[in-house]
């Protein structure tokens, strides 16, 4: 028998094909992990070949969620009209409730989850992007039912995260449990704001950028982008960027429309800490890979977060009026954001406009004419980063995580932002490589391997780093009088190379992005 008569006996019926065949209404022969017609496809093959027989593929549940979330978006800037059901696919055949079934605080019965790995969480939780009280964990620790703690969307995201970062037992090691645990966690959050509440949308924010953060740890880009955006999307129309705004108008609209006025200082600290949690990482994602900005500056009311633990009834810490508090910080003038978030966002801040800036002069003025436009903003944006500098010499942070990520997020920035003159100015090529240095120095001050966990945007900061002293050691020739320098430089690669790869085994992002910077580097000792 010919090639061509085997492929046809092989083919299957509509119900075991590839879901893209399927969606295309093709003939599939369900080879893994790719088949035949989603392989000659022009490009090398199709992403979306999946197969449902375990389950539902993922662009279904992308495209279930997307559709429930630009539902309540619509619900949440509608709030008075009248609430329309939405007509889903119900591709689930899993043993947990349908989507539609699912009421907050509903417990999963997947029978594969134990408070032990909800706890297992918390000593990683403040460096993954969790802003809620740490009051949830106390009454999980002291027995208390989770249904009454926390929504199934945030407990299946926290189960999800305690899975991973287990040290012990055979889940962590355990592939498939973990896609369990993420399938329960992508289903329980698409279908977290069906039944809005004020603690219902807090939370299911809180699962957005807790899945974001996953995915983002596991190099899973667009996956993390898509979930960073929701949580931010959610944000922005529960007016969470409004919080204290001085204009009358945005803070009534924020107390009709989904939250009620705050009943306890610490109930408005989770606000305004989600909006800078969520403002933070979705920053430092869009501008690694160079996407455009989803949010204005100038909307941005909301005062700087405090740690969750100094917010209290007689607590004078934030203004009773706030605005343009992101233009201001960027106009240099001062304000009252000390705190480990605070810092966090602004160091966030400064690292996408110093990308976004350096880009404008790369990709539309070119290097030797920039307009006295951009020159006054690199000027401006360069004073701003080196005062922010000044304000966490003696600040005493809450922990060696949070220390390592600010102080290398504002270094990067400087990197960044002179990146474009590298080659044509002493200046800026000096400033780069002090701030390398500056990175190099927190990485042998730090001991990492306590750590157990740092954040994956690390991976991007630390090639970026590295690239200064690629570039330098790309352009040194190997005289006698040259000698030193390459060894210094061979040195100091080294030493991020050796802090990449303590975290490469755990992350996937750290992996991909040491196996880069090892290429880049064998190639300049070549030359």
Sequence with gaps: MDQETISRKRQLNKGKACFNCRRRKVKCDAKKPICTPCGRFIGGGLQDCEYTETGPAQSQILQEQIAILESRIQELE??????????????YTASRPGISDVAPGEAASTGRKSFSQALAFFPYARQVGFFLSPQLFEALSRGIAPSDVASLALLDTIYLWGAHLSRSGTVHTSSTHQDGFLSDALRSTAAGLLHASPNTILHTIQAELLLAQYFFHNSRILEGKYHAS????????????????????????????????AATALEEGERINAFWAVFAVNNCWLAADGSPADIAYTVVDTPWPLDIGEYSEDSCTLPLQSRGTIANFLANFPDRGASTPALHAKAAILFEQASRLAARYT????????TAMLSAEFSMLDGVIEAFKTTLTPFEFDGPQSRLLIHTLVHVATIQLHNPFFFTSDISCTRSRAAAMAVVTLVRQTNLRDLGYVNAIMGTLWTAACQVFITELSRTQYGPSERRDIR??????????????????????????LATAQQKYAAAKRR
């Design 488 to 513: 210094q430089l061979g040195e100091v690669i080294e030493t991020l190379l050796s802090a990449m790869s303590v975290f490469s085994g755990g992350c996937r992002m750290i992996e991909l992005q």
């Design 363 to 370: 990709e539309n003025v070119g290097l030797r004419a920039p």
């Design 230 to 261: 929701a949580a931010l999307s959610i944000s922005l129309s529960s007016g969470l960027h409004k919080i204290r705004s001085a204009d009358v108008r945005d803070s009534v609209r924020l107390v009709m429309d989904s939250f009620s006025p």
């Design 78 to 91: 509608q709030p008075k009209a009248t609430r329309k059901s939405i007509g889903l696919q119900n591709p």
